[in-house]
């Protein structure tokens, strides 16, 4: 079992930025992909940004490219999301995912396909 818990959320205006974590812990050398998710209020989940642990590649959806990082530290336990010049449109509750099995590229935005979720951190920005 793995256990995912964020944190980082809150408040800043347009052009800001914010930078959340995700500490993992519990059987975390069995994960493959992380990920960040987010959900805007009455919208469905949707995905931000993924990182293959072992190998390090990153995967973002167009909405966030180029402005959002997702990252790793060395021990492979805990993730991170730089978020840069932040949008209106970006305010939602975050939300780190793991799974353990391996997925083509085609379909690691999805969130169907990750087993593990934390609680969430919410993300607000003002215009």
């Known amino acids: 079992q793995v256990q995912l818990e964020e944190s980082g959320g809150g408040s800043v205006q347009a052009g800001g930025s914010l930078r959340l974590t995700c500490a993992a812990s519990?059987?975390?050398?069995?994960?493959?992909?992380m990920a960040w998710f987010r959900q805007a209020s009455g919208k469905e989940r949707e995905g931000g940004a993924v990182?293959?642990?072992?190998?390090?590649?990153?995967i973002y959806a167009v909405p966030v490219k180029d402005r959002f990082t997702i990252s790793q530290d060395n021990a492979k336990i805990t993730l991170y999301l730089q978020m840069n010049s932040l949008k209106f449109e970006d305010t939602a509750m975050y939300y780190c995912?793991?799974?353990?099995?391996?997925?083509?590229?085609?379909?690691?935005?999805?969130?169907?396909?990750?087993?593990?979720w934390g609680q969430g951190t919410q993300v607000t920005v003002s215009s």
């Open positions: 990182i293959a642990v072992r190998g390090g590649t990153t």
């Open positions: 995912a793991a799974v353990t099995v391996i997925w083509t590229r085609q379909f690691l935005l999805h969130a169907n396909i990750y087993r593990y």
């Open positions: 519990g059987t975390t050398y069995s994960i493959n992909y």
